[in-house]
């Protein structure tokens, strides 16, 4: 595919005409929400479109993390296309290299592959408000115009670093899970693992029968459920082949629990905290038949914040990784890194070969969502904007004074249950702004500062029912919070709340405009 670019000698003249943009849209991004939203404008007959990946596969998340382990923590009914059911999952909670197949196969099936560009970075994309057009500056300094730019660029891309004296002083092998080196053979050798999140719990139950000794290094515990996992007979993948409707019918019921489990038990939690009490009861038990008669590892395990104030998980194994002879639970804080391992503050140096990070991502950060500068009208750009006045945009996807711009992941719009919810209830809402923009012969359109202002002031109305405000989340670490205080990650509503208004709000809540032409 010929993708039109713009040198950097032309830019300059270009400001002072009326140009037409190269692309109708671009994408930034070939993740789940990047396919989504492609997939989206092919089916509404939008193909001036362009994705541009830096990576060498789509996939994202997906595609970057390969630890032991990784699998989904949604059931694969639920965390996938609702248009795309797979019917061959190898089992209820897939592992990741399948999720990255289904991807793959995905981005075949509808035609993307030939709208991508891979190995393609974005460094700046600023608004041209003369000619109402994107200038989305890329390697090697060219430029491409898009009318429209989509941000699909994902919330977990960016591994965090912990801030840990000492870390650039030892000598062994350090690996973050969301860069998992391969080369790297844990057998037999002493490994550290710091941090005790979702990716611990995948991570930890699997390496610890390879290796000669596992510290696992805790400064949060994590509230986690039993895990209904099961290998999915041959009988259930031709039934799901055959009859698409038992695959829709069993997805209905798996997003029905993951809704009360992840999402109306956190969003209502002041109507009925009794449902987080039941959950956290669960938790409890599911600690202890795992590790029977171990009220020492009880109290480190048991977390002291409400259940949904940090992302839960489901593991049959975490837990009774402890017991073995071979791995420690260390919750005494770490003093430094050493040469030849880890000093806690009670003095202890434990020495060790490999350090493995799970120490998970920068999130709703300056330079991580978006990852590159996005400069709007007089010149505000938007990571700025978020730091000075709070995370916030319409329905999660727009921001005033940004005209012609998404993102797919912006504040308050992830919804509990599923990646894969959100990215299609954002589709449909930026590519119905689009189509209306090319109805109403508009080429800007943008979101009414009034609209989006009583959106934001109904989600902090809302956020007052959650679980983060009222059940100790301050003592959570949680990555669902921000330097502000707020829990911008994810939207207090439920997943038909959110798709039907996608779907059904009105487009007069954005001005459309033309683009004036020179006499």
């Known amino acids: 595919m010929n993708i039109a670019v713009t040198k950097p000698e032309q830019i300059e003249v270009q400001r002072a005409q009326t140009i037409n943009p190269d692309h109708e849209v671009v994408i930034v ?15 509404q007959g939008i193909e001036s479109f362009i994705i541009l990946e830096r990576a060498g596969q789509v996939g994202g998340t997906w595609r970057d993390n390969r630890y032991p382990g990784i699998a989904v923590d949604i059931t694969s009914f639920t965390y996938s296309y609702s248009f795309e059911q797979n019917p061959n999952w190898s089992s209820v909670f897939a592992p990741g290299n399948e999720l990255q ?9 509808y035609g993307i592959y030939p709208h991508i560009r891979f190995g393609v970075s974005v460094s700046r994309a600023e608004f041209d408000e003369q000619n109402h057009c994107w200038r989305i500056e890329i390697d090697g300094g060219d430029a491409i115009t898009a009318r429209h730019l989509v941000s699909a660029t994902g919330g977990l891309i960016s591994p965090k670093m912990p801030d840990i004296e000492g870390i650039g002083d030892f000598k062994g092998k350090i690996i973050h899970t969301g860069h998992w080196d391969d080369s790297v053979d844990l057998k037999g050798k002493r490994d550290a693992v710091i941090g005790t999140g979702a990716t611990a719990v995948q991570l930890v139950p699997k390496i610890a029968p390879l290796v000669k000794r596992l510290d696992v290094y805790q400064r949060t515990p994590i509230w986690l459920l039993k895990k209904p996992d099961y290998a999915l007979p041959g009988w259930l993948k031709s039934a799901f082949r055959l009859l698409p409707g038992v695959q829709r019918a069993v997805r209905a019921g798996t997003d029905i629990v993951s809704e009360s489990v992840m999402v109306i038990s956190t969003i209502y939690y002041r109507q009925a905290p009794w449902i987080v009490r039941k959950y956290e009861e669960a938790g409890i038990n599911n600690m202890k038949e795992q590790l029977p008669g171990r009220p020492d590892l009880w109290e480190k395990l048991t977390p002291k914040y409400g259940f949904g104030c940090k992302r839960p ?21 770490i003093e430094r890194i050493t040469e030849k391992g880890i000093k806690t503050r009670d003095g202890v140096e434990h020495k060790i070969d490999v350090l493995i990070l799970a120490t998970g991502y920068r999130v709703f950060e300056k330079g991580n969502l978006p990852s590159y500068d996005v400069v709007g009208r007089k010149g505000q750009e938007i990571g700025t904007f978020w730091e000075d006045n709070r995370y916030q945009a319409y329905e999660g996807l727009t921001v005033p004074g940004f005209p012609n711009f998404y993102v797919m992941l912006g504040p ?23 189509k209306e923009g090319l109805k109403r012969k508009a080429t800007c359109v943008e979101v009414r ?7 934001f002031a109904d989600i902090q109305r809302r956020q007052q029912n959650t679980v983060f405000l009222n059940h100790n989340c301050s003592l959570s670490n949680s ?15 439920t997943s038909v709340e959110m798709l039907w208004r996608a779907k059904h ?14 006499a």
């Open 505 to 518: 709000l009105p487009m007069d809540n954005y001005q459309f405009s033309t683009v004036k032409k020179p």
């Open 313 to 333: 998980s489901f593991s049959n194994e975490y837990f009774r990784t402890f017991a073995r002879e071979n791995t420690e639970l260390i919750t005494d804080p």
């Open 412 to 434: 308050y719009a992830l919804i509990g249950t599923s990646y894969f919810k959100m990215a299609e209830g954002n589709a449909i809402h930026a590519v119905r702004c689009i």
């Open 479 to 493: 990555y669902y919070f921000d330097k502000h205080g707020d829990a911008p990650m994810l939207r207090p509503s």
């Open 101 to 109: 197949s289904y991807t793959e196969r995905v981005a075949a099936k």
């Open 449 to 455: 500062q009034d609209v989006h202002d009583r959106y």
């Open 29 to 43: 991004g070939a993740g789940i929400s990047g396919l989504g939203i492609a997939i989206r404008l092919k089916e």
